[in-house]
């Protein structure tokens, strides 16, 4: 693809993810943060929040598996989960924490493991959505960030 | 903060101007978020350090004193909660804290603000949120340093944090004359007494507490249990156990002592000052009142700072505040404070520490100067100018005065202060304790300049004694003889605050605004020539009276010294009153010359201004002389005992 393809591709890309709610305006703060000096800042945020709620996803199965009863467990940890998405921008999957954590507050283990499926689920959807913009912008270079909405 | 009170110590990177370089210090167990506001801060132009772990966090902070500006953290952390790290941070290093959390309901954002946060970020953290964060920084160092000039007589408030604790004050706010480097613990200290939070319980397990505010009645409790203690022996611990009061924590009782020793060397030291105050305030002081009521004299103040003799504190406090014969000052302080009987002349055999004495007269509202343990006469008469010689006296009437345990300590003061007037003639009475009737304050109602009270004019005003003027009311119900009523002033008077009352800077002394000259708290018609006497007040004027108030400087030292004396026909504010106090070495009574009393000793009250985040209703005054009026007030006869009770 050219070079502007490339862009196309991205900028498409970036607008989707806001218009379908996996990221949120969050994430144009990370995009303002980068700069000449961090130029791969955003990315690099990204990849550690991916690293850093894998590992509390594994608690948090974990913890559903051994101690399911232990709300105020499921709870911390969800809690953290949620304001590492929050701060990243992953509107989605901070949605599903949000939900998930309403059940622990009702003690309602059924109802967290559902939700609990829905955070990994959309977990791994932006993942994947995420890693493939990245890359179009290793291609192409930053796209050009206009408003979000626009392209 | 630890830093700073000079812009220059604020965190500020090649000389760029705050907040650029504000050094940030940031906490949470979570890393993605971490990088974000490393990122976001860095953008703000801050000096940014991250850490993931609270512990690590402290030991940072305790490692680098003086090295961070504010700290930002989470809420909800593995190794320590987020609130216990705000609290010690606040505590330890008195830094501002920013919380932050994902979690921003109601009760948690409100645990954030009462464990002494000041701010509470929700996350997502914008970097909007973190452009303005340097305003905490800056307000929290305002805030010092305007407590820190509050106190500036030695006033100690009484920070939160602990007051025993080494702060590393790092910049002094210097806060006027003072410039003592204890400002720092003073605006820590302030920070408590900033606070007027009730005593909160919430959170006992915390090992600060939530603010404690300094009410007269517990000011007046703290002081007595100093009184009680000894100044030398009064340890928080002690003192704590003394005052019996729930929820208060020894840290609480520690920043509050040591806001209170300031506060009487700055009285002290005020009174050095003064040199100008005429001596003509020399009058007997009639002793009646006893020291009684508990005011929360700033005495106590000046004893708890080893200034006074507590005891003798106490007593003019008593009789500051409240005594009951003489209009009162604090009426309502009960108290806590020795009641010495103010009676009679005791001239109390001085047992030591005459140091004491020095402070009245001394009363200024910076303490300079440190009042020498022994000779307190030495000093004064260094600093008085105006009662040359009978300052000198008053070491001897210190001593004397310091003699009295739990007698009437008025009276010790009296004698002190009567000492101190000693070369005037007025000490007619003999050893005639100043009689200071708590109410009357001798405040000097006039603007130091008028000290010359010549009249003696010691306007014992209770209400103007430093009492706030909110407290001022106090005086006026005490004192009931014969006060002169120094009218309005009298609320300004009192200068005695113990609480920080307020942000007046007058504070000190000033406040006790006498009012105006009809304060006069009134000594017995004698000529209470005080006037510089107030030494405490240095300013006074608070009180729209206007003229008087402001015992001014000059009041301040001439004042102190007559305050004490009341003469015979001056009421001497009952605070004062202190009963004829005998001085050993003659009558330092201040006399007030114009009225030819001899001896209306007329005490002193200083006012001590202590400021404390309470408010000292009244309980503290200071004698607030505005000079002139104090004059006049004196030289009428018929005054007696008129205090005006606020």
Request: proline share 5%; hydrophobic share 30%; with cysteine.
């Amino acid at each position: 693809m050219d070079y502007s393809n490339l862009q196309r591709k991205a900028a498409y890309l970036r607008k989707s993810l806001f218009d379908q709610g996996y990221l949120d305006e969050q994430f144009d703060q990370l995009e303002e943060l980068q700069d000449e000096v961090n130029p791969n800042f955003v990315e690099e945020v990204v990849t550690l929040f991916f690293k850093d709620s894998s590992r509390l996803l594994n608690n948090i199965d974990q913890a559903l598996e051994k101690s399911p009863n232990d709300f105020r467990k499921l709870d911390t940890y969800m809690h953290q989960l949620q304001g590492s998405t929050s701060s990243i921008g992953a509107f989605r999957v901070k949605r599903e924490c949000t939900l998930f954590r309403e059940y622990c507050d009702k003690e309602n283990i059924e109802g967290c493991v559902k939700s609990f499926q829905k955070v990994k689920r959309e977990h791994a959807v932006l993942r994947q959505k995420l890693e493939a913009y990245f890359q179009l912008l290793r291609q192409t270079g930053p796209v050009e960030r206009a408003t979000r909405a626009s392209n | 903060m630890t830093m700073m009170s000079s812009s220059s110590s604020l965190g500020s990177s090649g000389g760029e101007k705050f907040p650029v370089g504000m050094r940030v210090l940031v906490v949470d167990d979570d890393v993605t978020c971490l990088k974000i506001l490393d990122q976001m801060l860095q953008r703000c132009r801050y000096r940014v350090t991250t850490c993931c772990q609270a512990t690590v966090a402290l030991s940072l902070l305790r490692e680098r004193r003086g090295g961070f500006d504010v700290v930002i953290s989470d809420v909800h952390m593995p190794d320590m909660d987020g609130f216990n790290l705000l609290e010690l941070v606040g505590l330890e290093m008195d830094l501002p804290v920013i919380m932050m959390s994902a979690d921003g309901g109601t009760e948690t954002v409100m645990r954030g603000i009462k464990h002494g946060a000041c701010d509470y970020l929700i996350k997502p953290v914008r970097i909007e949120e973190l452009k303005n964060i340097w305003q905490h920084v800056i307000r929290k160092k305002k805030w010092n340093e305007s407590r820190e000039l509050e106190y500036s007589g030695g006033d100690d408030s009484d920070p939160n944090r602990r007051v025993s604790e080494d702060t590393e004050c790092a910049s002094s706010v210097n806060d006027g004359a003072d410039g003592i480097s204890m400002s720092h613990k003073k605006k820590r200290e302030d920070k408590e007494d900033e606070d007027d939070g009730e005593l909160d319980h919430e959170d006992p397990s915390s090992s600060k507490k939530p603010r404690v505010v300094w009410s007269v009645e517990l000011h007046q409790q703290f002081v007595s249990a100093v009184s009680q203690l000894g100044i030398e022996k009064a340890v928080p611990k002690r003192i704590l156990e003394l005052m019996n009061v729930p929820g208060l924590t020894r840290e609480n009782v520690a920043s509050h002592l040591q806001k209170f020793r300031l506060y009487l060397k700055r009285i002290s030291g005020v009174a050095q000052q003064q040199n100008g105050i005429p001596s003509s305030l020399c009058g007997p002081v009639e002793p009646d009142a006893k020291v009684g009521s508990g005011g929360r004299l700033d005495f106590q103040a000046l004893a708890a700072s080893g200034q006074i003799h507590p005891e003798t504190l106490a007593a003019l406090h008593a009789e500051l505040l409240g005594r009951p014969s003489g209009s009162l000052v604090f009426p309502a302080m009960d108290q806590p404070v020795l009641q010495s009987s103010r009676q009679g002349p005791q001239c109390i055999p001085s047992e030591r520490d005459v140091q004491f004495g020095q402070p009245l007269f001394k009363c200024q509202s910076r303490i300079t100067k440190q009042f020498p343990t022994s000779g307190i006469g030495e000093n004064m008469s260094a600093d008085f100018s105006i009662w040359p010689s009978n300052y000198l006296g008053t070491a001897d009437a210190i001593k004397n005065v310091g003699g009295v345990n739990n007698t009437p300590k008025v009276n010790m003061m009296m004698q002190v202060l009567q000492q101190q007037q000693q070369p005037y003639p007025v000490v007619s009475e003999p050893h005639h304790i100043i009689n200071v009737q708590p109410s009357c304050l001798v405040v000097p109602s006039r603007p130091s300049n008028s000290l010359s009270v010549s009249q003696g004019s010691l306007l014992l005003n209770q209400s103007s004694i430093g009492v706030q003027s909110e407290s001022s009311n106090k005086f006026q119900s005490e004192n009931s003889s014969g006060t002169v009523k120094s009218s309005s002033n009298i609320n300004g008077v009192p200068e005695y605050r113990l609480p920080s009352l307020s942000n007046k800077a007058s504070l000190h002394l000033e406040q006790s605004v006498v009012g105006d000259t009809t304060n006069i708290g009134v000594l017995n018609g004698s000529s209470v020539s005080f006037s510089s006497s107030l030494s405490s007040y240095s300013t006074s004027t608070n009180s729209g009276t206007g003229s008087e108030r402001k015992a001014g400087k000059s009041f301040d030292q001439a004042q102190a010294r007559n305050l004490g004396f009341v003469g015979k026909g001056t009421c001497i504010p009952s605070r004062f009153a202190v009963d004829d106090i005998e001085s050993p070495t003659s009558e330092q009574c201040v006399r007030n010359t114009s009225t030819g009393d001899d001896g209306a000793r007329v005490k002193q009250e200083l006012q001590l201004d202590f400021t404390d985040s309470s408010q000292v209703g009244g309980s503290t005054m200071l004698p607030h002389f505005s000079s002139n009026n104090f004059m006049s007030v004196l030289s009428e006869d018929g005054l007696q005992g008129h205090f005006t009770e606020c």
